[in-house]
Structure formats: C-alpha cells, structure tokens
C-alpha cells in the first residue's frame, strides 16, 4: 500500500548529529515532493523541510536552516534529513509526508514519526 | 510568512454535536488551505485540502468553508473517533508551509 516509513530516531547529546531516513512505496515516487514535519512534545506541528521530486530544489524552515539538510535518492525510494549542531529545542517527533499529488500542496500521507531527543 | 491563527485552542463537545473550528490567516490566501486530524499518540491525517475537497476516504461529516484569510471546519455529527487536535495549513506562499497552533476536541 501507499506509505512512507521513518526510521533513525534515537537520543544525541547537544551539538552531535543524526541521520533521519523515509522510505516510501506503493506509489511513483518521482511524482512527489517529500516534506519533514516535527512536533516537539505537547506541541503542534512544525514544517521543517521540502525536497522537489528531481531533488532540484530544498528549502527549509529559518529554525534548522544551515543545521540540517535534505536529499533524496530515487533509485532507492528514499529521503533523507541529516541534522547537525543539534539542540535541546530539536528534541520532537519527526514526520515525512508526501505532498499531494497536482495542483494543491498539501501533505496527503504521512508517516508513523520517528522520535529525536537531545539531552546530555 | 504568513501567521495561522485557530481558534479556539479546545473545546468540550458530546457525542452527536456540532463543532466549529476557525481558522484565520494573516493576510489573503485564497483557497490554499488544508485541515488535519491527529489523534493522541498518532501521525496527522490529512481531511480537506483546497479549503473544501474532502481527502478520499473521509467521512462526509467534515465539512470546509472559506476564502481569503478566514476558514472553518465543521464536524456536522460529532462521533467518539472524532476526539482528536485539528490542524489547518496554508500552502499558499511558500516556503514556509506554515501551520496553525492547533484545536484540541475534547469530551465533555
């Protein structure tokens, strides 16, 4: 079925690094962008970056821009977020979603989340 | 970038009522404009883009309405899986997407 899985989520000590992966399937992949979402505990949600379906274009939220950064590798259907220089405020859930396929940029379908904490 | 605003932030509700949610932008984003349910513990779903098309498989008791900087999502009958926190999104200058602060429904 369509679906996008998230997975290396872990516990960082501030300012170390990680590597957050999505992989999708059940749909041609190249036919979307793909976007990371998180929601630090309790909170709503926060868009953090966008990759283009051909991985032309990033773009990111002012919060993790020059810290984090977005590519994709469509032989293997996948996205990834690296994240450096990471701080307590990184600590959250963390999502991809898919935007919607057309005219309309909305998020259609999500991930279960992958959780970040940063602690020391 | 442009500011969501929701409101309220929660609201009590019963089984069978109907619920109003607002949601204003800060300046005109046409009809650029999506809805979300999260339930507690679970990933966003996303009920409504383009302020008013229903996603597939959502069931027909949401409801979107709006234009401009002023949005609403109705649940015309609400049901025990409803008791959730909503989300709207604009998509309508970006980047950034931007989200609102959210609206948790909760029992009352």
């Known amino acids: 079925q369509v679906q996008v899985v998230e997975s290396g989520g872990g516990v960082v000590q501030p300012g170390g690094s990680l590597t957050l992966s999505c992989a999708a399937s059940?749909?041609?992949?190249?036919?979307?962008?793909i976007h990371w979402v998180r929601q630090a505990p309790g909170k709503g949600l926060e868009w953090v970056s966008y990759?283009?379906?051909?991985?032309?274009?990033?773009y990111y939220a002012d919060s993790v821009k020059g810290r984090f950064s977005i590519s994709r590798d469509n032989s293997k259907r996948t996205v990834y977020l690296q994240m450096n220089s990471l701080r307590d405020e990184d600590t959250a859930a963390y999502y991809c979603?898919?935007?919607?396929?057309?005219?309309?940029?909305?998020?259609?379908?999500w991930g279960q989340g992958t959780m970040v904490g940063v602690s020391s | 970038d442009i500011q969501m605003t929701q409101s309220p932030s929660s609201l009590s509700a019963s089984v069978g009522d109907r619920v109003t949610i607002t949601c204003r932008a800060s300046?005109?984003?046409?009809?650029?404009l999506a809805w979300y349910q999260q339930r507690p513990g679970k990933a966003p779903k996303l009920l409504l883009y383009?302020?008013?098309i229903l996603e597939s498989g959502v069931p027909s008791r949401f409801s979107g309405s709006g234009s401009g900087t002023d949005f609403t999502l109705t649940i015309s009958s609400l049901q025990p899986e409803d008791f959730a926190s909503y989300y709207c999104?604009?998509?309508?200058?970006?980047?950034?997407?931007?989200f609102g602060q959210g609206t948790t429904v909760e029992m009352k």
């Open positions: 979603a898919r935007t919607l396929y057309g005219a309309h940029d909305a998020f259609d379908v």
């Open positions: 059940g749909f041609t992949f190249t036919d979307h962008g």
């Open positions: 990759i283009r379906q051909d991985g032309s274009t990033e």
């Open positions: 300046q005109g984003i046409s009809n650029s």
């Open positions: 383009a302020a008013s």
């Open positions: 999104q604009q998509y309508y200058i970006t980047p950034p997407w931007t």
